[in-house]
């Protein structure tokens, strides 16, 4: 993974099995978040599944200074503190759990989406915007929950005001999407391809 300062990232992993068990382990993981993404990132939206993460943030200065270790020359800050995040995460579920092995299946990646001057300037080539209801929209889209704001795991119910916390930054949020407050939830039932179409 490679970051550079100041454009928005979606990183994920999609494991081939549980990981996360229950409310406890979802929350685990989220305080994981607050301590190894956030100092490096403004996270801009969230949502944790059954078997996979998504994170939509844009990095800081401190994200892409380079690790000053001889084995890491090359690696980021961000990129070393994700690593971190899923090793202690996994340490102790195993613990818990009595498991083995990595609970990522597979490698985390980070997918550069724009930087914020371009989605300011180019509304229409947001994919930023695309990525944060994407995001939010997983837990219906997988028969989870009816409505979004039905799934605690993601960051949907903060920016509706059912939540409050200081984990995102919703003022960035809404001027990355481009979407005010009022209209988010309306507009946060539509199909991703089909909210296309209404930009």
């Known amino acids: 993974m490679h970051f ?4 928005i990232f979606h990183i994920y992993n999609r494991s081939n099995q ?3 068990f229950n409310r406890n382990n979802y929350q685990f993981f989220i305080s994981k978040i607050r301590k190894h993404i956030k100092p490096f990132t403004e996270i801009i939206a969230y949502c944790l599944m059954p078997n996979h993460f998504h994170l939509l943030v844009k990095v800081n200065e401190n994200g892409v200074e380079m690790v ?3 084995h890491r020359y090359n690696t980021q800050v961000l990129s070393k503190q994700i690593g971190i995040m899923l090793s202690a ?3 102790a579920i195993n613990n818990v759990f009595n498991l083995k092995g990595s609970l990522f299946a597979h490698q985390t990646k980070a997918k550069q989406l724009n930087n914020l001057s371009k989605i300011i300037n180019n509304p229409n080539q947001n994919y ?3 990525c944060f209801m994407y995001i939010h929209q997983n837990p219906k889209e997988s028969g989870l929950v009816e409505k979004l704001e ?5 960051s949907f119910r903060d920016y ?3 939540r409050s916390d200081n984990l995102v930054n919703k003022e960035m949020g809404f001027e990355i999407t481009g979407i005010d407050k009022e209209n988010l939830y ?3 039932n539509f199909a991703v391809e089909d909210l296309k179409e209404i930009w």
Request: net charge negative; hydrophobic share 30%; charged share 35%.
């Open 128 to 130: 930023a915007r695309n």
């Open 4 to 7: 550079d300062k100041d454009y």
């Open 160 to 162: 509706i005001g059912k």
């Open 186 to 188: 309306f507009l946060s």
């Open 150 to 154: 039905d799934w605690e795991f993601s």
């Open 68 to 70: 000053g270790e001889k």
């Open 89 to 91: 995460y996994t340490q």
């Open 18 to 20: 549980t990981i996360f």
